[in-house]
């Protein structure tokens, strides 16, 4: 089957820097999403990785490992509006979108 | 720009009423289109995608259906609505294309009683 793991709930400090995991086993892989969402509103698009590697853009980066079927997103500097559900997703070969449960990221002052 | 819109935002129904909840998108055309939904503190569920007009893939069996009657309007239904299908129902279209980033409307967001 496909299955898609993250950390249900993180907690980190004002300022601080904060990873989040997920690990995947699709049958196949097209790309690896991840979006963030705020309590009671819709998704939205963070970042995008296909290949190896980091992407980085602004205080957001996103890293993939295919080999190793894994991938973490970075928030540095963290504000309070931050706080909120960390969704990664996969592109499987079907190209269907296959979700997390998602990470609740808790900022504290 | 592309927009998708989502009606309404909210509604409270009884068990066993009707449902329509429906999904439009500008700016865009021969998108793929999604409903989703989502339980409390949980992840997505897929229930419904559409490539085209009349076209519908159904993921997870349930009293829930959906239709494209027209090339960016999605619409999910029900003739008698379970105190389980309470939720936050999204729909969500993508381009045509290999890369699928899924672009989200509002949500509307379902509680039966």
């Known amino acids: 089957g496909q299955n898609i793991d993250q950390p249900t709930e993180m907690t980190a400090t004002e300022g601080a820097i904060v990873q989040i995991n997920c690990t995947y086993q699709?049958?196949?892989?097209?790309?690896l999403f991840w979006y963030q969402q705020h309590a009671g509103e819709a998704p939205t698009f963070l970042s995008y990785n296909v290949l190896d590697g980091l992407e980085e853009k602004g205080r957001f980066s996103s890293f993939l490992s295919r080999s190793k079927g894994y991938s973490y997103l970075l928030l540095k500097e963290l504000q309070m509006k931050d706080s909120a559900s960390y969704l990664c997703a996969v592109l499987d070969s079907n190209y269907q979108l296959i979700w997390g449960a998602g990470t609740k990221l808790i900022i504290k002052p | 720009s592309q927009t998708i819109h989502q009606w309404p935002a909210t509604l409270v129904q009884p068990v066993g009423s009707p449902l329509s909840l429906e999904c439009t998108v500008e700016?865009?055309?021969?998108?793929?289109l999604y409903w989703y939904r989502q339980a409390a503190g949980r992840g997505l569920q897929l229930l419904f995608y559409s490539v085209g007009i009349g076209q519908i893939s159904s993921e997870v069996p349930q009293n829930l259906s959906a239709s494209r009657p027209q090339d960016r309007q999605f619409i999910l239904s029900s003739k008698k609505l379970l105190l389980s299908d309470s939720g936050f129902y999204l729909c969500?279209?993508?381009?045509?294309?290999?890369?699928?980033?899924?672009?989200f409307g509002p949500g509307t967001r379902l509680t039966v009683l």
């Open positions: 969500a279209w993508s381009p045509r294309q290999d890369y699928n980033e899924q672009f």
């Open positions: 699709t049958s196949g892989f097209n790309g």
């Open positions: 700016g865009t055309s021969n998108p793929n």
